[in-house]
């Protein structure tokens, strides 16, 4: 099978989501996309990274890490705009 073959039958999906890794002021690896759809709390750095990559498609280019030890993802609560 041709390369042109292979891009037809398999082709690349590149995600459109953007994910944010960094520990949270507990220790723990926070990573969420960017909408605020996705997302995770891990033990590892490496469990949130592979949470991340597979959620991106393996790609790198949409893993963005977080020195702030403070990182957080969107807190719980009401969403900006929602009234209780």
Not at 2 to 26: E, K, M, T, W, Y
Not at 29 to 41: A, Y
Not at 43 to 63: G, L, S, V
Request: proline share 2%.
């Amino acid at each position: 099978m041709d390369s042109v073959s292979a891009d037809l039958l398999f082709p690349h999906h590149h995600s459109s989501h953007q994910f944010d890794i960094g520990r949270d002021g507990d220790g723990l690896w926070r990573v969420e996309d960017r909408e605020g759809l996705i997302g995770g709390i891990f033990r590892t750095r490496k469990a949130a990274f592979r949470f991340a990559m597979f959620e991106a498609d393996w790609d790198r280019t949409c893993i963005h890490f977080h020195t702030s030890r403070h990182h957080r993802a969107r807190e719980a609560g009401p969403r900006e705009g929602h009234q209780s």
